[in-house]
């Protein structure tokens, strides 16, 4: 059982470069989202999912385009890279309400 | 906003219990309580949650105020490798799917030899 599985785990882009990152989950949640994590700060919601076909934004949409034509994917797309956009990225999934979140490892990006 | 306050950095000697404290004054009624950790940059990690009763798990403690205004997080017997930023999370429903998380910047706590 892989969890949550994201690749790839470390990437540098040019600014104004596209790119998907990709998140995958074997556990049939429902639930997926994405975050973003700053140095030294708590992670910020970007996009989340409430099943295949349904997505909507979080705190930090722009910049960001999510789609989830399957339960197990949740591709997050980089339009235009920016070097704001800098970070990890964290997708996670849940069964439903008030349950626990798994985490993948990580997408380390670097926008030059 | 912020809807919890943790303080940004803890010590606690292994072996010892950790003591982990959290304001939520702004509670309602239907947020639970969770509490995940960060070691190390890797994905976050689930602890425990709870909505008013303490809860325990294999992990760790949670305590509840009975106005639900805080909550401790308590780990029994603290080790080297509990070292990690502590998240305290207040959150509500979104839908009957799932709920958002919105993370602070935690304690960071420090377990000593």
């Known amino acids: 059982n892989a969890g949550v599985t994201q690749t790839p785990k470390f990437q540098v882009l040019k600014t104004g470069q596209s790119m998907t990152l990709q998140c995958a989950q074997d556990m049939n949640h429902e639930y997926m989202s994405w975050y973003r994590q700053d140095p030294g700060m708590g992670l910020r919601l970007i996009h989340y999912?409430?099943?295949?076909?349904?997505?909507d934004q979080g705190e930090v949409p722009n910049g960001y385009n999510v789609s989830r034509s399957t339960t197990e994917d949740f591709p997050l797309r980089l339009l235009s890279a920016a070097p704001s956009q800098t970070s990890v990225y964290f997708c996670?999934?849940?069964?439903?309400?008030?349950?626990?979140?798994?985490f993948g490892q990580g997408t380390r990006l670097t926008v030059v | 906003d912020a809807k919890t306050t943790q303080p940004p950095s803890m010590d606690c000697a292994e072996g010892r219990a950790a003591n982990l404290p959290c304001n939520h004054s702004?509670?309602?009624?239907?947020?639970?309580v969770y509490w995940y950790r960060q070691i190390h940059s890797q994905g976050p990690q689930y602890i425990i949650h709870?909505?008013?009763n303490n809860e325990t798990n294999e992990m760790a403690s949670l305590i509840i105020t009975e106005d639900r205004k805080s909550s401790t997080l308590i780990l029994p017997h603290a080790t080297l490798r509990d070292t990690a930023v502590y998240y305290c999370?207040?959150?509500?429903?979104?839908?009957?799917?799932?709920?958002?998380?919105?993370f602070g910047p935690g304690t960071r706590l420090s377990v000593l030899p």
């Open positions: 996670a999934s849940n069964l439903g309400v008030n349950t626990e979140a798994f």
């Open positions: 999370i207040v959150s509500p429903f979104v839908d009957n799917y799932g709920q958002n998380f919105v």
């Open positions: 709870g909505l008013k």
């Open positions: 999912s409430v099943g295949a076909g349904i997505t």
């Open positions: 702004t509670i309602s009624g239907n947020e639970y």
